[in-house]
């Protein structure tokens, strides 16, 4: 129980130094929420969404899951995806991955880990797809890291494959797709320049209309 008393006296403390510099701080966070973006990570302890970039909250919506993955199927991803683009009205989806990922790692391997093994499927897809350019990398390090990217860049696409950012653009919505990673070791963001920001950027075998 001491660790948890911890958490709430940190809660006290966090409450105290807040209201200390607005004292309706937490009234104006309360009365709605205006985020500009929306955040697929992975749940990575070592990966805090805002901290990184540097907004407070309710600035930033955030969904987080093992290796950021956003399957075409998944019902909590796409609900997520529709809330903060119809509701919320986010301008940006940014989907960051990061170097160093277990995720990432275990779906290199072949040693069996239960239940996340279908949820890491989808990684292994990802290599699979691209096997020659990931083999052809002269250590595991490197192979690891380009995992990472590609996998990053997978997702985004999987994104601007649904139907509900289809239909954004379709209606002129003024949203763009990111593809970025988080050097864990640096600390630092990395753009991958895989940027989406209409329909005519999606491959023709993809688009609903």
């Known amino acids: 129980m001491k660790e948890l008393k911890k958490l709430f006296q940190n809660n006290r403390n966090w409450v105290k130094e807040k209201t200390g510099e607005n004292?309706?701080?937490?009234?104006?966070?309360?009365?709605?929420?205006?985020?500009?973006y929306l955040w697929f990570g992975c749940s990575d302890s070592r990966v805090?969404?805002?901290e990184i970039v540097?907004?407070?909250?309710?600035?930033?919506?955030?969904?987080?899951?093992?290796?950021?993955?956003?399957?075409?199927?998944?019902?909590?991803?796409?609900?997520?995806?529709e809330?903060?683009?119809?509701?919320?009205?986010?301008?940006?989806v940014i989907v960051c991955g990061h170097y160093g990922c277990g995720g990432v790692k275990a779906a290199m391997e072949e040693h069996p880990l239960g239940l996340v093994d279908n949820w890491l499927r989808h990684i292994r897809d990802v290599y699979a797809k691209h096997k020659g350019?990931?083999?052809?990398?002269?250590?595991?390090?490197?192979?690891?890291?380009?995992?990472?990217?590609?996998?990053?860049?997978?997702?985004?696409?999987?994104?601007?494959?649904?139907?509900?950012?289809?239909?954004?653009?379709?209606k002129k919505k003024p949203i763009t797709v990111h593809g970025w990673v988080y050097d864990l070791e640096s600390g630092y963001l990395e753009d991958l320049n895989c940027c989406y920001t209409s329909l005519e950027q999606v491959e023709s075998i993809y688009k609903m209309r």
């Open 133 to 170: 350019e990931i083999e052809a990398l002269e250590d595991n390090t490197k192979r690891y890291r380009r995992l990472v990217e590609l996998n990053v860049r997978q997702q985004v696409l999987n994104v601007c494959h649904t139907t509900i950012l289809q239909e954004a653009w379709h």
């Open 23 to 36: 004292p309706n701080y937490f009234k104006s966070l309360a009365d709605a929420q205006d985020p500009l």
């Open 48 to 50: 805090p969404a805002n």
């Open 54 to 81: 540097g907004l407070e909250p309710g600035e930033l919506f955030v969904s987080r899951n093992v290796a950021n993955v956003f399957p075409h199927t998944d019902f909590n991803c796409l609900s997520v995806l």
């Open 83 to 92: 809330y903060a683009v119809n509701i919320l009205k986010v301008q940006h």
